[in-house]
């Protein structure tokens, strides 16, 4: 009898942890406990992966699909299934590392959300579908400020950070003219055009979407932190994947541009220099089969010369500020054409692409290989699949 009551007692003590957890975890009203709630079930896998640095790809889409969820598999997961090759035996260590320091991480979520930072995983609903079709998407996003703007369309309008008269007063227009649209602007808070975007969301009281490089919680956020302040989170979101124990590096510059053009289905480019940041996320855009504009500029203008690669290398050229009845389609762009190869090259790799041949298996030089995939990319005659391969686009 003895027995009975203390296994009793055991439960109802355990049951009151797990409450206190649950309260412990509250976020304005929202459950995101971690211990036997709705938070360990569709969220805390996928925190703990993020926590390794494991990003979204065809190897990871396999394993969930036969676990069923990011927290069966977090649970069961042993060396011999995730390591299949070499290529994941690091990523193996940093889960191993992440499983032995786990409430260290649980700590950390907290106190992330303690700070007014709202988590977003892959699997949640309020995770952009657009992102999730990237490849390697990033498993964990952190945002501050109207987080439901994500829900809604976007346009990217990037740039250099060496802005023109030109390049401002074009882009003032191109946001204006989204007054009446419900689509949200994406930027990533440098300096330049994206500023001007930003700035003139705010003049004209439309949302933004701000991708910054840097975390969250950092002082320093690698582009204009005057806009900070100036951006209000009611009608604007700061979003990063840059975890609160990273420093910033240079290399999270180049993972910021894939979020803004992942979250995008239209990205504009409206001034950039041969070597700019800007055309990095063109680049992506096109990888991911969105539609890439670019404004015209004269063949003197040293911050036009990488929108004219753009154009040539494929992307739509715009013929008018108006980019809100563009993007609607009411306005006639510059026509896309038939297909049209400029060589017998471009047309072998795209024949080739379309029998499902691998790029290796194509009697071409790799330099070159790659050079005509970038140009088919940015036409919009072929897409980049989950796994890294390439298919037609109908």
């Known amino acids: 009898m003895s027995q009975w009551l203390l296994g009793l007692f055991c439960i109802i003590f355990c049951n009151s942890l797990v409450g206190e957890r649950k309260m412990k975890f509250m976020n304005k009203g929202k459950s995101v406990c971690y211990n036997g709630s709705s938070f360990f079930l569709f969220m805390f896998g996928f925190w703990l992966l993020a926590c390794a640095r494991i990003a979204y790809s065809e190897h990871l889409a396999g394993l969930l699909a036969h676990y069923g969820s990011a927290e069966v598999l977090w649970q069961n997961l042993d060396a011999k299934t995730w390591c299949r090759d070499q290529r994941y035996t690091a990523s193996w260590q940093r889960i191993q590392k992440v499983r032995y320091e786990e409430t260290v991480w649980q700590q950390k979520l907290a106190e992330v959300q303690d700070k007014g930072i709202e988590v977003i995983t892959l699997n949640q609903q309020q995770y952009p579908a657009l992102l999730k079709e990237i490849h390697a998407a990033p498993l964990v996003l952190f945002c501050r400020g109207n987080s439901a703007l994500l829900s ?41 055009i994206d500023t001007k975007v930003h700035e003139s969301a705010l003049h004209f009281d439309l949302s933004s979407i701000a991708v910054i490089p840097a975390a969250l919680t950092a002082d320093e956020w690698g582009g204009n932190g005057s806009l900070r302040s100036k951006l209000s989170p009611d009608k604007h979101l700061f979003v990063s994947e840059t975890f609160p124990d990273e420093n910033l590096q240079k290399f999270h510059f180049v993972k910021r541009n894939r979020i803004i053009a992942g ?47 753009l154009a040539a290398d494929g992307a739509r050229i715009m013929i008018d500020t108006d980019l809100g009845a563009l993007l609607m389609g009411q306005i006639a762009n510059s026509p896309v054409l038939e297909k049209s190869f400029t060589n017998q090259d471009e047309q072998y790799v795209y024949n080739h692409i379309a029998q499902g041949f691998s790029l290796d298996e194509m009697q071409l030089p790799e330099e070159r290989r790659w050079e005509l995939v970038g140009k088919l990319l940015c036409q919009g005659y072929i897409i980049q699949q989950l796994d890294g391969s390439y298919q037609i686009k109908n």
Do not use: D
């Open 263 to 309: 979250l995008s289905k239209w990205t504009v480019v409206v001034e950039a220099a041969e070597k700019s940041g800007a055309l990095i996320t063109a680049q992506y855009a096109c990888e991911e089969g969105r539609e890439v504009f670019v404004v015209p500029h004269t063949l003197l203008a040293p911050m036009g010369k990488g929108c004219l690669k």
């Open 152 to 192: 809604q369309p976007c346009v990217s309008i990037v740039g250099t950070r060496g802005i023109t008269s030109y390049g401002a007063v074009v882009t003032e227009r191109m946001v204006a003219s989204l007054v009446s649209q419900n689509i949200s602007l994406v930027s990533g808070l440098a300096y330049g």
